[in-house]
């Protein structure tokens, strides 16, 4: 009976997910990416400059909603922005539509948008990515990331992760795992962008030009982070 009962309210919840679902065009999440960003660029508590400098691309998902009803499901859609090359050492490329899927039973009440930002550390995680849904923590290693624009990724943990991740809630920005999330690109909204179907891969080859909603974004990348300092020249 209990089981039956927990399987209906799973049911339930998920056929709920889509109201929770970000409704804004693709080009609407990368203005919203780039707005991200340059928030938590500037912040003294913000965004560490250091390990961005060693990052291979960034992961934007602006305002992820959570919806909870005894099941508790986050859904969100954003931004992946790769460094160019075969070894990710060129300027920053054009943006990759994602979106991520995530579960947590519990009693939970209320729902948030929260914002997640995700440094992609190393090319393993990166092209892991690219190629479809990975599980975060399973596929790829994932930690919470360092905070504040000095921070360094100071620990084993952090220095060994694939990936590093943030969340940002009600203005408070923090470090926090995101371990069990899927993510993976978003072959709709990348098709919705770009004009035509092309795959994760195709966009960072640079078969197609960033669109004009990605100037700002790519603009404050290139700015503050021009090189990646992990892989020198």
């Known amino acids: 009976m209990k089981t039956n009962l927990m399987y209906g309210f799973l049911v339930g919840a998920l056929c709920l997910a889509p109201l929770f679902a970000p409704a804004e065009e693709p080009s609407d999440r990368v203005t919203a990416a780039g707005q991200v960003f340059k928030d938590l660029s500037i912040a003294s508590s913000g965004l560490p400059i250091n390990v961005l400098n060693k990052a291979d691309c960034v992961i934007i998902l602006p305002s992820v909603k959570k919806a909870s009803f005894i099941v508790g499901a986050q859904y969100g859609k954003g931004v992946m922005v790769c460094r160019s090359g075969a ?7 054009a943006p990759i539509m994602m ?20 440094l992609v550390m190393n090319d393993d995680g990166a092209r ?14 994932i930690a919470a990331g360092p905070v504040g624009r ?29 371990s069990g999330t899927s993510l993976g690109p978003s072959d709709d909204d990348n098709e919705k962008l770009y004009g035509k179907k092309i795959s994760a891969q ?3 080859a640079g078969d197609v030009k960033a669109p004009p909603s990605a100037a700002s974004l790519l603009s404050q990348l290139r700015r503050i982070s021009p090189k990646n300092l992990a892989k020198g020249k």
Request: glycine share 16%.
């Open 202 to 204: 195709e966009i960072f």
């Open 87 to 93: 070894n990710f050492n060129g300027p920053w490329g």
């Open 128 to 141: 892991s990515v690219m190629k479809g849904r990975a599980k975060l923590g399973a596929e790829t290693s």
């Open 99 to 118: 979106q991520s899927s995530g579960g947590s039973f519990g009693l939970q009440a209320g729902g948030q948008a929260t914002d997640f930002v995700i």
């Open 150 to 178: 000095d921070a360094e990724a100071s620990t084993t943990a952090t220095m060994q992760a694939q990936m590093l991740s943030y969340s940002r809630a009600q203005g408070v920005f923090a470090g926090v795992s995101l």
